[in-house]
């Protein structure tokens, strides 16, 4: 998908900013990108789910229901350990 598609079809589904990060071509081996471990992390906290795990959906609809329980399911796990802290 070119950059111009992206941006016409994110219009009207609120206000994004998108930052390509490329990586160098003269860089060799690994090297960290900025802010891409933040997807990263979330990415792989979102993989534990194991119905995410694999792409058995036979619809958008139920796969974004599935993408919502996973993340209501990661925030109240993140609530209820802050909860037993304090």
């Known amino acids: 998908m070119s950059r111009d598609n992206l941006k016409n079809t994110m219009r009207g589904h609120g206000s994004w900013t998108i930052e ?5 071509d003269t ?3 690994f090297v960290i990108l ?3 471990w933040v997807a990263e ?3 792989s906290w979102l993989g534990r789910c194991r119905r995410l795990a694999k792409d058995w959906e036979k619809s958008i609809e139920s796969a974004t229901a599935f993408a919502h329980v996973a993340s209501i399911r990661m925030l109240t796990r993140c609530i209820a ?3 037993q802290k304090t």
């Open 34 to 36: 900025p802010r891409r």
């Open 20 to 24: 390509i990060v490329k990586r160098s």
């Open 41 to 43: 992390r979330t990415f």
């Open 81 to 83: 350990r802050h909860c």
């Open 27 to 29: 860089d060799m081996g």
